[in-house]
């Protein structure tokens, strides 16, 4: 079955860096453009990075840019998002999303937790 698992989240002091992974099996990586999505207490969930299914197209959300890098290993079924400088506004739960590009199919990971704070 599908399975997209996050893990790498925790707890961590402001200026510090989490990498996140999330590991795919059950569908065909190489062909879904694969997101991370973060949602904070009582707001919204939000894009924070993009990369395209073959690795050559990257978006960032405003806030994170400079800081976050979104990377893939297509052998490895695996998507990663290096968090970098972290700040308190950066606590979250961040989701694994994976979005085909030849069909509308779409998956979601359980979370992980990412605290940032002093």
């Known amino acids: 079955q599908v399975q997209l698992v996050e893990s790498g989240g925790g707890l961590v002091q402001p200026g510090e860096s989490l990498r996140l992974s999330c590991a795919a099996s059950g569908f065909t990586f190489n062909v879904y453009d694969m997101s991370w999505y973060r949602q904070a207490p009582g707001k919204e969930r939000e894009l924070v990075a993009f990369?395209?299914?073959?690795?050559?197209?990257?978006n960032y959300l405003d806030s994170v840019k400079g800081r976050f890098t979104i990377s893939r290993d297509n052998v490895k079924n695996t998507v990663y998002l290096q968090m970098n400088s972290l700040k308190p506004e950066d606590t979250a739960v961040y989701y694994c999303?994976?979005?085909?590009?030849?069909?509308?199919?779409?998956?979601w990971g359980q979370g992980t937790q990412v605290t940032v704070s002093s």
């Open positions: 999303n994976a979005r085909s590009r030849i069909r509308p199919q779409t998956y």
């Open positions: 990369m395209t299914s073959g690795g050559g197209s990257t």
